[in-house]
C-alpha cells in the first residue's frame, strides 16, 4: 500500500501529485462549484478556467449561502518573513475576485508565526507587514475600505478566547499525524491559524458563518485541523467549517519551490526593473538543447517557468493558448518568449511600483500595528 503522503507547511517539500493529494485528503475538484458560481453572479477566474485553482472543500455550501443573500466572507494570512513576490501575488489576485464579487475580506498577518518559527525580529516582522504585504497589497487593487487587516499578536479578547479553548480540543498525537515532528512554537503557529479562520464567524468580529479560506496545497494541514476543531467546540459555541480552495504553487524560476529566502527563484515586485529582467532571462525553461532541435521537435511549456509567470500573471487567455501552441510547434524559440514575457512584466511593474509608495502611507494608517 503507497504510504499517505504527509504535507509540512512550514517545509520545502513540493506537492507533486495533486490528483494523490485530492483522493487521500477528500479535495472535490473546481468544476463541480462551476455551476453555482454562475448561480451566484460570478465568473470562473482565470486561475479556475487554467486549472491552477484546482480543488475545494465545501465552496458549494458558502456558494449557496450568497446565493441565499447572507454574507460571505474570505480570510487568509501572511507571514511577513521576507520580500513580496509574485506567489504571493497569486493569493492576492484571489482576494481581489472575491472581494468584486462582494465578499467580506480578512487579511491576518502573522506577525507572531514569523517570530517563533521563522525567528524574524519583532519589529523587523511588523515593519515588513506593513510595508512589504500591506502596502503591495493596496497597489494591486486590494480597497483598503473594504478589507479588515490585523496582527495576530493584536486581535482581542474573544480571539485568544478561542485560541486558548481550542488547546484542550486535540491531542499532541493527533497534531503529530497531522503535521509530523513539532515544536512548542509550531503547536502555537497552528492553533493560531486555527483562530485566524475561526474567530470571524464571532459576532465580536462580523458573525460571518460562511467563510472560505484560498489556500496554497501545502496548507491543508491547517484547514484539517480546523475543521476538526470546528466540530469539536460544540457546547461552548457553535461553530461551522470553514470552505476552502486550492491552488497549485508557482514553481520558483528554478524549477523548484519559489522562496523570498532564496531571491533568484522569483521576481519581487519592488525589484528594479534591470534586476527583474536579469532574473526572467536566467529562468529555467522547457527548451531544446539548441534551436534547431527546438524548431523540429518544439518545446515543452509544462516544465518552463516562463510559460509558468505567462500563465499565472501575464497572459489572457487567447494570448495564452497561442504562447502554448507556438511552443509546441517549435514556432516560438525561448529567448522570443522571454523578450514577450519580459514586455508584459515591465509594464506591469512599473504600474505597480508607481502605486507603491502611495500604498506604503495608506498602509501605515489603516493596520494597528502592534505596540511590542
Same mark, same amino acid.
Given at each position: ?26 479535495i ?21 478556467r ?46 481581489i475576485?472575491?472581494q468584486?464579487? +462582494?465578499? &467580506?475580506?480578512? /487579511?491576518?498577518?502573522?506577525? =507572531? ?5 521563522? #525567528?524574524?525580529? %519583532?519589529?523587523? $516582522? ?11 497589497m ?33 491531542t ?8 509530523g ?25 462580523? +458573525?460571518? &458563518?460562511?467563510? /472560505?479560506?484560498?489556500?496554497? =496545497? ?5 484547514? #484539517?485541523?480546523? %475543521?476538526?476543531? $470546528? ?8 461553530l ?53 532541435e527546438q ?7 509544462e ?41 508584459k ?28
Open positions: 500500500m503507497a504510504e499517505e503522503p504527509r504535507i509540512d507547511p512550514w517545509g520545502t517539500v513540493e506537492v507533486k501529485d495533486y490528483k494523490r493529494l485530492m483522493e487521500v485528503f477528500g472535490k475538484p473546481i468544476n463541480t462549484i462551476l455551476p453555482l458560481l454562475e448561480k451566484a453572479g460570478m465568473k470562473p477566474s482565470a486561475y479556475m487554467r486549472g491552477i485553482i484546482f480543488g475545494h472543500r465545501d465552496m458549494d455550501r458558502v456558494l449557496e449561502a450568497k446565493i441565499r443573500g447572507e454574507p460571505v466572507a474570505v480570510l487568509t494570512g501572511f507571514m511577513p518573513s521576507g520580500r513580496f513576490h509574485f506567489g504571493h501575488k497569486l493569493t492576492v489576485d484571489q482576494l475576485y472575491y468584486n464579487s +462582494g465578499f &467580506k475580506i480578512f /487579511v491576518a498577518l502573522a506577525d =507572531a508565526e514569523a517570530v517563533i518559527v521563522r #525567528r524574524i525580529p %519583532r519589529r523587523e $516582522a511588523i515593519r515588513i507587514a506593513v510595508e512589504e504585504y500591506v502596502a503591495n493596496i497597489a494591486l487593487g486590494l480597497d483598503p475600505d473594504k478589507t479588515e487587516f490585523y496582527f495576530q499578536t493584536n486581535r482581542g479578547a474573544p480571539y485568544y478566547r478561542l485560541l486558548q479553548l481550542f488547546a484542550g480540543k486535540v499532541a498525537a493527533e497534531m503529530e499525524a497531522i503535521y515532528d513539532l515544536t512548542p512554537a509550531k503547536v502555537m503557529a497552528a492553533l493560531t491559524q486555527a483562530a485566524d479562520i475561526l474567530h470571524v464567524e464571532l459576532e465580536e468580529y462580523g +458573525g460571518y &458563518k460562511h467563510v /472560505v479560506v484560498p489556500v496554497g =496545497a501545502d496548507q491543508d494541514p491547517h484547514l #484539517r485541523l480546523t %475543521r476538526d476543531l $470546528a466540530d469539536r467546540m460544540g457546547g461552548i459555541i457553535s461551522e467549517r470553514p470552505a476552502s480552495t486550492y491552488h497549485k504553487m508557482q514553481r520558483g524560476l528554478d524549477g523548484v519551490k519559489m522562496s523570498s529566502s532564496r531571491p533568484d527563484s522569483t521576481i519581487f515586485l519592488t525589484d528594479p526593473l534591470n534586476e527583474a529582467k536579469r532574473k526572467l532571462m536566467k529562468a529555467l525553461t522547457g527548451g531544446r538543447a539548441t534551436a534547431e524548431r523540429r521537435l518544439g518545446g515543452v511549456p516544465s518552463c517557468t516562463v510559460y509558468d509567470m505567462h500563465m499565472y500573471h501575464l497572459m489572457g487567455d487567447e494570448e495564452l493558448a497561442k504562447i502554448y501552441r507556438d511552443c509546441r510547434s517549435g514556432a516560438m524559440l525561448c529567448g522570443e518568449c522571454k523578450l514577450l514575457a519580459w514586455s512584466m515591465k509594464d506591469l511593474l512599473e504600474r505597480h511600483q508607481q502605486r507603491l509608495e502611495e500604498a506604503r502611507e495608506v498602509a501605515w494608517s489603516i493596520v494597528d500595528a502592534p505596540r511590542f
